[in-house]
Each structure stands twice: as structure tokens, then as C-alpha cells.
């Protein structure tokens, strides 16, 4: 199960920090992904990570405002905003993969089993 939470309402130009935390005790075997959903509009790929962390892939949308982590002791992945813009606003969902692969990832929504309820990011201009 994938709890996410930390989304709010935030001035354009702000900072918001997405957390979304598993159960279990197989988190490790997992990479994660965040995804997001304006309204009216599809599911769209913001960011993955690896299991191990070692490598994480962005929608060229966030490149160098956003960044992707995990830490494998706490079941939780992070997703950093920062320089937020007004079509960041979005339901953010966290969802997972089991890979037997450290190093794999994927940018697929499809790929994903396990998602989270989604937590709301509104950006205000």
C-alpha cells in the first residue's frame, strides 16, 4: 500500500516536497514513479528512480526543478518541486514496480502495479 502526502497550495515559484510512503517490508525491491494528472487532462510521467537509487529518469517538463529520491530505510520516496509553475498544478500519484534489476526504472504508467491515492499540488499565479 502507497500512502502520498505533502501537496498543498503554493505561489508560483515556490517549493513543495511530495512524500509517499509504503508498506511492507519489500519497499527496496521496488522502483517508484510519480505521475500526474491536471484536470481534463491524461496521466502524465513526471519521475523514476531505481531501487537502489542509483538512477532516476524526469519528463523533460521538471528537468532541473524537480528531483526524485528515496530512502529504503524509511519505505518512502520523496519528489522535490521547486520553481513551480501554474501547469504544475496536478494530482500527484506515487506508484511502484517490482524489478529484479537495482538499476531498472521505467516512464510507463502501464508498467506500474501498485499506486497511491494521490495528493494535490495547486500552483497559484
Known sequence: ?????????????GSLRLSCTASGRTFSSYAMGW?????????EFVAAISRSGDNTDYADSVK????I??????????????????????VYYCAAVSYYSNSHYSSRDTDYRYWGQGTLVTVSS
Open 69 to 90: 529520491s528515496r530512502d529504503n530505510t524509511e519505505n518512502t520516496v520523496y519528489l522535490q518541486m521547486n520553481t513551480l509553475k501554474p501547469e504544475d498544478t496536478a
Open 1 to 13: 500500500q502507497l500512502q502520498a502526502s505533502g501537496g498543498g497550495l503554493v505561489q508560483v515559484g
Open 64 to 67: 532541473g526543478r524537480f528531483t
Open 35 to 43: 505521475f500526474r494528472q491536471a484536470p481534463g487532462k491524461g496521466r
